[in-house]
C-alpha cells in the first residue's frame, strides 16, 4: 500500500497550560485519592487551561513552538488541520480557520472531529489533500480544552483529563520513505459510550466499555498494520499510544505479548488530552532525542464515536 508521494512529518510543537492541578487537589473536590487515580489510571497531574484560554490559544502556542523550534516561518503553511472535540465556537467557525486568521494562512482549513483517535484522522486526512494537491503541506494540530466539558463533579470522569496541545507538519519529501500506511474504523454501535451530553455539556462515559473497547481495538489497528506491512514488533522502535490509561496500555500489552517498555507513556504528566495526547507525545520524545532517523513508530489511537485507527511512518530528523 506504498503511496503515490512519501510524506512526512518534517516538524512537531507542543503546549501546556501552566497551571498544574494534583490528584490531591482534586480529592478536595470529589470522592477520590491520589492512591486510587495513580493505581487505576496512571496519572498523577494534569495542565488545566487559563479561565479565557480556549483551544485556538493552547493551538497558537504550540503552532508558534513548532516554527520556533524548527526555524520556520507561518508564510511557509498552506493548509491547516485541526483535531478537537473542543472548539472555541460549536458549530463554526472551525477552530483551524481561527488558527489561519491568526498566522495569516490562506490555504484549507478544517477541523475533525474523531475523539482522541482526531489527530490519527487529522494526520490521514492532511495526507490525502497533499496528495491530491488541496494543500501544498498541511499544519495537523491535536488541541482540546477538555476542562471546560468535564463535570468537575463527577469523580468517574472528572479525574481522567487534562487540556493541552500538539502539531505536526506534513510534507511531500519524495526522496524519503515517510508515513506508510493508515488504518481507520469506527466501531459506531458504541457511539453513546462515551458522549459530550448536549444538555449538560459534560462528558457521560461507560468507563468499563470504553475500556475493553480500547484494548481490543489497540491491539487491532497494531497487528493490521504490521501484518499488511510484513513487519513484526522487532521493526518498530516505539509505538505512541493515545494516553487514556496506563492500565489499558498494559493491557494491550499483555494481550499482544510484547514488553510495555515499547510503548511511550507519559500521562502520569498530562492525564488524557484527547486529541493532543500523540502530538504532545511525539513532541516531548523529539525532545527528549528519542526519535532517531529511520526510526519506525506506530501511532495508535480510540476514543469517542466509538473510534480507533494507528498511523505507521519512518522518522527523518529535518
Ligand atoms: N476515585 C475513587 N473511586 C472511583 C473513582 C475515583 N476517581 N472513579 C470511580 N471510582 C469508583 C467507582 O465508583 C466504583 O465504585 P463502586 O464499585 O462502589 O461502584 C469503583 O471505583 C470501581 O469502578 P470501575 O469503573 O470498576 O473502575 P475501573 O477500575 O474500571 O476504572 C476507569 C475506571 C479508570 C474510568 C476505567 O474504566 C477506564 O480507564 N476506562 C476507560 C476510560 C477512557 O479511557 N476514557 C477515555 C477514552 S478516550 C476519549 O475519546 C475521551
Not at 91 to 101: D, E, I, V, W
Amino acid at each position: 500500500m506504498k503511496p503515490p508521494l512519501s510524506i512526512q512529518i518534517t516538524a512537531l510543537g507542543s503546549y501546556s497550560p501552566a497551571r498544574v492541578v494534583t490528584n490531591d487537589e482534586l480529592s478536595h473536590r470529589v470522592d477520590t485519592s491520589d492512591e486510587w487515580i495513580k493505581s487505576h489510571t496512571g496519572i498523577a497531574v494534569r495542565h488545566l487551561a487559563a479561565e479565557l484560554e480556549t483551544t485556538a490559544d493552547l493551538a497558537t502556542k504550540a503552532v508558534e513552538n513548532l516554527l520556533a523550534n524548527h526555524g520556520r516561518t507561518a508564510a511557509e503553511i498552506d493548509g491547516i488541520v485541526v483535531a478537537t472535540a473542543t472548539p472555541d465556537y460549536p458549530g463554526f467557525p472551525s477552530t483551524a480557520c481561527l488558527l489561519a486568521q491568526r498566522f495569516g494562512i490562506k490555504g484549507p482549513a478544517l477541523d475533525i472531529s474523531a475523539g482522541c483517535t482526531g489527530f490519527i484522522y487529522a494526520l490521514e486526512v492532511g495526507r490525502a489533500m497533499i496528495i491530491t494537491g488541496a494543500m501544498k503541506n498541511a499544519l495537523v494540530v491535536g488541541s482540546e480544552t477538555l476542562s471546560s466539558v468535564v463535570d468537575w463533579d463527577d469523580r468517574n470522569t472528572c479525574v481522567l483529563f487534562g487540556d493541552g496541545a500538539g502539531c505536526a507538519l506534513l510534507e511531500s519529501r519524495q526522496e524519503q520513505e515517510g508515513i506508510l500506511d493508515t488504518y481507520l474504523k469506527a466501531e459506531a454501535a458504541g457511539a453513546e459510550a462515551l458522549v459530550i451530553d448536549p444538555k449538560s455539556r459534560t462528558i457521560k462515559m461507560d468507563g468499563r466499555s470504553v475500556y475493553s473497547f480500547a484494548v481490543r481495538s489497540i491491539g487491532q489497528a497494531i497487528e493490521t498494520l504490521l501484518k499488511r506491512n510484513n513487519l513484526d514488533f522487532e521493526d518498530i522502535a516505539w509505538i505512541v499510544p493515545h494516553q487514556a490509561n496506563q492500565r489499558i496500555i498494559a493491557a494491550c500489552a499483555k494481550r499482544l505479548g510484547i514488553d510495555v517498555q515499547k510503548f511511550y507513556l507519559n500521562i502520569e504528566q498530562y492525564a488524557n488530552t484527547s486529541a493532543a495526547s500523540i502530538p504532545l507525545a511525539l513532541a516531548e520524545m523529539q525532545e527528549k532525542g528519542l526519535l532517531k532517523e529511520g526510526n519506525r513508530l506506530l501511532l495508535v489511537g480510540f476514543g469517542a464515536g466509538l473510534t480507533y485507527g494507528g498511523t505507521l511512518l519512518t522518522w527523518h530528523q529535518y
